[in-house]
Nanobody, 125 residues
Framework: VQLVESGGGLVQVESSLRLSCTASGRTFSSYALGWFRQAPGKERTVVAS????????YYIDSVKGRFTISRDNANNTVYLQMNNLKPEDTAIYYC???????????????????WGQGTQVTVSS
């Protein structure tokens, strides 16, 4: 399985970006998916996750109301719509699949199976 992220970039504060992550080599419709991020000098942590069915979502408190995770199983793609970006959102963003089928969330590194290579998001004030 290969996961490829896109959509990162350098933006001004309060701008929007939409990250995409497309999988190849295997269908991931039965896996929960997540977006993680890693800022310089910090650990990689979850930002948002969506269940395999798409019916359940999870967000960390700092992005609630600003970020939206969604998935398109027909195109093997997961998205992260990021609005009202803040400088503290600056990080490398990674998508990940759950390690096992039919889980609701992938919210820790240990729960993840496959990872993308990451895409840089920089928010300038």
């Amino acid at each position: 399985v290969q996961l490829v992220e896109s959509g990162g970039g350098l933006v001004q504060v309060e701008s929007s970006l939409r990250l995409s992550c497309t999988a190849s080599g295997r269908t991931f419709s039965s896996y929960a998916l997540g977006w993680f991020r890693q800022a310089p000098g910090k650990e990689r942590t979850v930002v948002a996750s969506i269940s395999w069915s798409g019916q359940n979502t999870y967000y960390i408190d700092s992005v609630k109301g600003r970020f939206t995770i969604s998935r398109d199983n027909a195109n093997n793609t997961v998205y992260l719509q990021m609005n009202n970006l803040k400088p503290e959102d600056t990080a490398i963003y990674y998508c990940a699949t759950a390690k096992f089928y039919y889980t609701d969330y992938v919210d820790t590194e240990g729960a993840a199976g496959w990872w993308g290579q990451g895409t840089q998001v920089t928010v300038s004030s």
